[in-house]
């Protein structure tokens, strides 16, 4: 597997789970361990809300996903944000889902 280069680190965020969508199976046997996981594994959307301290982009997040790598593009009509609109980020992070709270660092490419 290769490497991403990153660059600039634009958020860090830590969000709690407000609620999630289970696909086949539920995300309470698979934590317990008691269903045989598919070769192309689960999904589960999840929404959720935090705050994002980061040193470029602060403020409150919200949103729906499913929990995996991001790979993020933004796009605004502020013109005090438009330098946004050229970046290409890519995050990674941690999720405790027992403690139902992801934690995301995001970096421009």
């Given at each position: 597997?290769?490497?991403?280069?990153?660059?600039?680190?634009?958020?860090?965020?830590?969000?709690?789970?407000?609620?999630?969508?289970?696909?086949?199976?539920?995300?309470?046997?698979?934590?317990?361990?008691a269903v045989v996981l598919p070769p192309e594994g689960v999904r589960?959307?999840?929404?959720?809300?935090?705050?994002?301290?980061?040193?470029?982009?602060?403020?409150?997040?919200?949103?729906?996903?499913?929990?995996?790598?991001?790979?993020?593009?933004?796009?605004?009509?502020?013109?005090?944000?438009?330098?946004?609109?050229?970046?290409?980020?890519?995050?990674?992070?941690?999720?405790?889902?027992?403690?139902?709270?992801?934690?995301?660092?995001?970096?421009?490419?």
């Amino acid at each position: 597997m290769g490497t991403i280069e990153v660059g600039e680190l634009l958020y860090d965020y830590t969000v709690k789970l407000t609620s999630w969508t289970e696909y086949g199976a539920s995300l309470q046997s698979v934590m317990e361990g008691a269903v045989v996981l598919p070769p192309e594994g689960v999904r589960f959307d999840v929404s959720f809300e935090g705050v994002s301290i980061g040193p470029k982009l602060r403020g409150k997040v919200r949103g729906v996903d499913y929990l995996q790598h991001e790979n993020v593009t933004l796009f605004t009509s502020s013109k005090s944000y438009a330098w946004v609109n050229a970046l290409q980020i890519w995050a990674t992070g941690t999720a405790d889902l027992g403690e139902q709270v992801v934690h995301i660092k995001g970096f421009s490419t």
